[in-house]
């Protein structure tokens, strides 16, 4: 089955690989089987019953995919995604039920002739093993409609080794159903699970995704459309085996004709959800606008999420679960360096070399213990580059004040640039000249070490509170290398300065609450910059949202309210004037 997953990649050829927020749970070891499993209680559930969409478990999404840089959501997808889109409203044909409604039209948004609607969960709900059971409807999807209710791996690791779970989705291409028997679009539904395996990496899949659907049986046909009436799909999920279901007319049946072993230790991760119904895209034979058969308006209701135990096993964690590393040492990479906590290469963080056409592995003895991150450039005139990356976003906000040191070897005639990123895609880098001492490090060939102050090295714009890659080295455009040489980095350490946070500096720029209406408020700041705002709502799971920046003023609007609701809050911005990030003290509102 050729898939193009969603919102992660621009597209890939299938390969088939062998096979300190609230935490709601209980996870006691057990022999968990999928085939035969024991329900136990019901831990979470999202029963879409009020008068709007929960904004503390739900973000609704706005664009085609531009605004994160990648329009048509790596699938040539046809829709805009607007909030506008997204309603709790009567099942009409189901007297008495209220469902998620995501509506699918024909309505010109710039380059977009369709609006349509989708939800995720990041950081608000994150759920780890358990059976997923998903009650939804679907509407004639014919060609061009793509419904689909799906999961993506809390880590910020891009797509796929983060991991991809698709409970179901629907409106196949005819090329997908041909190996089903050509069933029709409305009878036909299936399930994938998609990961990073190393034995996927051949030409022409350079992301090394590896699909489960790939000649493979991942599917359930219908004796009748599936379409305008509630069906529920389930996913038992364990750190052992996924199974994916379909409970159609009371019958359970099996999408794949064995379980599926999780082969991957990004499946034994926690995953947020993900709810919509796209308009075309290379998954569908609608790849143009013209191409859309399906009748629009078309409505797609999903009445419940539930997530049980299954065999003891089972966890949701509501709330951004990134908490802030303690002050004093944090180890990037380093053996034998007193730190207070640290990365470690293959389990918490990933070690990747960006063009292995200049650039394989060295041979430099390390600086310190006995590993190093050594490479070898041999093609001059060509650029390299690489980085350590964090499996789990790090909040390195007690660093602020503190530096960052690295020891390499390289040779002083050679230029490069030292970076990092946050999971904002935000990027800062700092030049390193040949033959000139930068930061402390001499550059005489030997080992070096450089120490560049935390204030510099994030820049105007990268988000302490959520850093991704916490090293990174490339070549100088301007000054790529004309030899080859050997290099190597060891002993990567961010160092506070101090065994106490430091106090955040006092608020120097205008931050605000305003309610609108009975069920928003508004959080604005005129800052100049990008902010940040925390909040929680009576008390639940902390939410952090990087606000929407216009001119000089940012803004979010926190929705689905009510009188006497708490809301307590706090902003993050980077004050211009200043050139540092601020932290403003917590205050509360309660609505009118």
């Not at 390390?366 to 789990?392: K, L, M």
């Not at 060939?445 to 090295?457: E, H, K, M, N, R």
């Not at 706090?570 to 509102?589: E, I």
Request: proline share 6%; net charge neutral.
């Amino acid at each position: 089955m050729i898939h193009e997953t969603k919102d992660r990649h621009l597209n890939w050829k299938p390969f088939h690989a062998a096979l300190a927020g609230l935490v709601l749970a209980c996870a006691i070891p057990a022999a968990a089987s999928v085939t035969n499993p024991t329900i136990g209680a019901l831990i979470w559930s999202e029963e879409f019953n009020g008068t709007g969409l929960d904004a503390s478990r739900w973000t609704a999404t706005d664009g085609n995919g531009c605004q994160i840089n990648l329009c048509g959501y790596g699938n040539a997808e046809l829709e805009y995604y607007s909030p506008n889109n997204l309603s709790i409203a009567d099942v009409p044909f189901e007297p008495g039920t209220r469902a998620l409604a995501i509506k699918a039209m024909r309505q010109v948004i710039g380059s977009n002739q369709f609006t349509s609607g989708k939800v995720d969960s990041k950081n608000k709900v994150q759920v780890q093993y358990g059976m997923i059971e998903i009650r939804m409807a679907t509407p004639n999807v014919a060609t061009g409609l793509w419904p689909a209710a799906w999961m993506l791996g809390v880590s910020p690791q891009t797509w796929p080794r983060n991991g991809e779970i698709d409970i179901m989705e629907m409106g196949q291409s005819s090329a997908a159903r041909a190996a089903a028997g050509s069933p029709p679009p409305n009878n036909f539904v299936g399930s994938n699970v998609i990961t990073y395996q190393q034995a996927a990496c051949v030409p022409g899949n350079e992301s090394c995704a590896a699909s489960t659907a790939w000649q493979t049986k991942n599917w359930y046909i219908s004796g009748s459309p599936l379409t305008n009436r509630f069906v529920k799909y389930r996913l038992y999920w364990t750190d052992t085996e996924m199974r994916f279901t379909t409970v159609d007319n009371g019958v359970e049946y099996n999408m794949y004709n064995a379980p599926l072993p999780v082969n991957s230790d990004s499946l034994k991760a926690p995953f947020y959800l993900l709810l919509n119904l796209a308009v075309g895209g290379n998954f569908t034979d609608a790849t143009s606008p013209s191409q859309v058969t399906a009748p629009l308006p078309a409505t797609m209701y999903v009445d419940y999420i539930r997530v049980y135990q299954l065999d003891g096993k089972g966890t949701v964690k509501l709330g951004n679960q990134t908490v802030p590393e303690v002050a004093g040492k944090f180890g990037v990479f380093t053996d034998n360096t007193l730190v207070n906590s640290k990365l470690v290469a293959g389990t918490t963080s990933d070690i990747f070399l960006w063009n292995s056409a200049s650039s394989g592995a060295g041979n430099t003895p390390p600086y310190e213990g006995s590993n190093a991150i050594a490479w070898a450039y041999t093609a001059p005139g060509q650029w390299f580059g690489g980085g350590v990356q964090a499996r789990q976003a790090r909040d390195l906000t007690n660093y602020r004040n503190g530096t960052m040191k690295f020891r390499i070897k390289i040779p002083a005639n050679v230029s490069f640039n030292i970076g990092i990123g946050d999971t904002y895609t935000n990027q800062n880098w700092i030049n390193f000249p040949a033959n000139t001492t930068t930061y402390g490090l001499v550059r005489n060939g030997d080992w070096a070490q450089a120490s560049i102050p935390v204030s510099t090295l994030i820049g105007p714009k990268v988000a302490l509170q959520s850093i991704f890659d916490v090293f990174m080295i490339s070549s100088d455009a301007n000054r790529l290398p004309g030899s080859t040489f050997q290099f190597a980095i060891d002993d990567i350490v961010w160092d506070s300065g101090t065994t106490t946070p430091p106090p955040p500096p006092p608020p120097s720029g205008p931050t605000s609450i305003t309610q609108t209406n009975a069920t928003t408020v508004q959080f604005a700041t005129t800052t100049g910059s990008w902010a940040d705002v925390h909040y929680t709502v009576n008390g639940g799971g902390q939410q952090n949202v990087r606000m929407t920046l216009s001119g000089t003023t940012n803004t979010y609007n926190l929705g689905g309210l009510k009188a006497g609701d708490v809301v307590r809050y706090s902003f993050t911005y980077w004050d211009t004037s200043k050139n540092y990030a601020v932290d403003t003290a917590w205050s509360s509102y309660t609505m009118k």
